[in-house]
């Protein structure tokens, strides 16, 4: 089968030829969601230790478990790009790509001969997505920015903590990612265009900061209608009342969104607080504002006196929006997970299986799907040669020379 199937049925990028000039998360993770459904993904690395990702965090047999899932359905091929013969094979594979995601620093590309003006010669309907942390133009635009700077300056690190501490991060690299997302679907976007309205292709041109200030909500014009300063405030999501997180009698958290009128209602008939249930004042959410601290310190003293199952049975019966903080335990055994593919079983090279993240979103009719792990270090580039033209012997100089 090949990986532009899945069962059989032709995934929904099956024939799309896209390279990765990427490493670490925002260009890797944009290709890997292009190729779990379906897209031919080749991966351009360094011969010295390629992507850096392949030593992050958990390793197994020296190799880190997130390459495994990071890199999972690409096609991993070696260049140097600092060798003329290197870039010139690179340069080949681009010139049969519809699409190019990189997250090099802006210029670092121009200086090796492979920038946007040259690359759309050798390939007018080429789409080049360019991740970084500033964008493309602009007085920034030169500087090393990490998801982290992106977090920043998008505005997610300031409201995110409680008041009285520090900013704090997600605990994952999730302005790298949501870039990624806006990469995928802004290259998306520009193939819809050149098939439908023809002409040649385009930059995407995303900045980690943009990104993640693209999903700031109401900030701006909260500010600039009200000089409103959004702060960091916890768990809680003011004028939005009851939601928060909760310790049960067990110590477990449960998370309880009860801020729609009818099911804060329902709730404070099911924790037997009638009087609540029927207050007008409470009726909506800026009544229930108002009096939050009463609600929330109600809340923690009846979560406090029971244990996490009783809470989230007598919320269940209630139809109260919530769910216990899950772990990565919590999630393996969860019947939602398993319904829903969520938890795969995967082969490593070595023959270990191991459970990697499922495949979002699900499409009825063309589901993605993993078709193999994370590759070795250039464990395609005798194959990529070979389909561009290189015969054994000028693989075997490419090689000799340091090319590849």
């Known amino acids: 089968?090949?990986?532009?199937?899945?069962?059989?049925?032709?995934?929904?990028?099956?024939?799309?030829?896209?390279?990765?000039?990427?490493?670490?998360?925002?260009?890797?993770?944009?290709?890997?969601?292009?190729?779990?459904?379906?897209?031919?993904?080749?991966?351009?690395?360094?011969?010295?230790?390629?992507?850096?990702?392949?030593?992050?965090?958990?390793?197994?047999?020296?190799?880190?478990?997130?390459?495994?899932?990071?890199?999972?359905?690409?096609?991993?091929?070696?260049?140097?790009?600092?060798h003329p013969e290197g870039r010139e094979f690179v340069r080949k594979l681009i010139a049969e790509a519809d699409i190019l995601v990189e997250n090099f620093r802006p210029g670092v590309l121009e200086k090796l001969g492979l920038g946007w003006e040259t690359l759309k010669v050798d390939n007018p309907g080429l789409v080049m997505v360019r991740l970084s942390g500033f964008g493309q133009t602009g007085p920034?635009?030169?500087?090393?920015?990490?998801?982290?700077?992106?977090?920043?300056?998008?505005?997610?690190?300031?409201?995110?903590?409680?008041?009285?501490?520090?900013?704090?991060?997600?605990?994952?690299?999730?302005?790298d990612s949501i870039a990624a997302l806006w990469g995928a679907i802004g290259a998306l976007m520009?193939?819809?265009?050149?098939?439908?309205?023809?002409?040649?292709?385009?930059?995407?041109?995303?900045?980690?900061?943009?990104?993640?200030?693209?999903?700031?909500?109401?900030?701006v014009p909260e500010f600039d209608v009200f000089g409103f300063v959004r702060e960091r405030t916890g768990n809680i999501m003011p004028g939005i009342t009851p939601s928060n997180t909760h310790t049960t009698k067990d110590g477990k958290h449960v998370t309880i969104g009860a801020n729609g009128d009818a099911i804060f209602r329902r709730f404070m008939l099911a924790i037997g607080r009638?009087?609540?249930?029927?207050?007008?004042?409470?009726?909506?959410?800026?009544?229930?504002d108002a009096r939050r601290d009463e609600i929330y310190s109600l809340i923690d003293g009846w979560c406090a006196g029971l244990e996490e199952t009783e809470v989230l049975a007598t919320l269940a019966r209630a139809e109260v929006p919530s769910s216990r903080v899950y772990?990565?335990?919590?999630?393996?055994?969860?019947?939602?997970?398993?319904?829903?593919?969520?938890i795969e079983l995967a082969t490593l090279p070595d023959g270990k299986t191991l459970r990697?993240?499922?495949?979002?979103?699900k499409l009825s009719e063309t589901p993605g799907g993993t078709e193999w792990l994370g590759p070795a270090l250039g464990a395609h580039t005798d194959e990529i040669l070979g389909i561009l033209g290189y015969d054994a012997v000028a693989i075997a100089g490419l090689r000799a020379t340091g090319a590849v």
């Open 1 to 82: 089968m090949s990986e532009g199937q899945k069962n059989g049925v032709q995934k929904p990028l099956a024939g799309l030829k896209v390279v990765e000039l990427g490493t670490l998360i925002a260009g890797p993770f944009c290709t890997r969601i292009m190729g779990e459904f379906g897209a031919e993904v080749v991966k351009v690395e360094s011969p010295d230790g390629g992507d850096p990702l392949r030593k992050w965090r958990k390793l197994h047999e020296g190799t880190s478990l997130w390459w495994a899932v990071q890199g999972r359905n690409k096609k991993s091929v070696t260049a140097n790009l600092k």
């Open 356 to 361: 990697v993240p499922g495949i979002v979103p």
């Open 140 to 175: 920034y635009k030169d500087q090393p920015g990490f998801g982290a700077v992106g977090e920043s300056m998008g505005g997610l690190r300031y409201i995110t903590g409680f008041p009285d501490r520090p900013p704090v991060r997600t605990g994952i690299s999730i302005g």
């Open 190 to 219: 520009a193939l819809r265009h050149k098939e439908v309205n023809g002409g040649a292709g385009q930059v995407v041109d995303v900045a980690l900061y943009e990104a993640v200030f693209a999903m700031m909500e109401s900030m």
């Open 274 to 288: 009638d009087d609540l249930a029927d207050d007008p004042s409470l009726a909506d959410n800026a009544g229930r």
């Open 327 to 342: 772990s990565a335990i919590d999630m393996f055994s969860d019947p939602q997970f398993i319904a829903r593919q969520m």
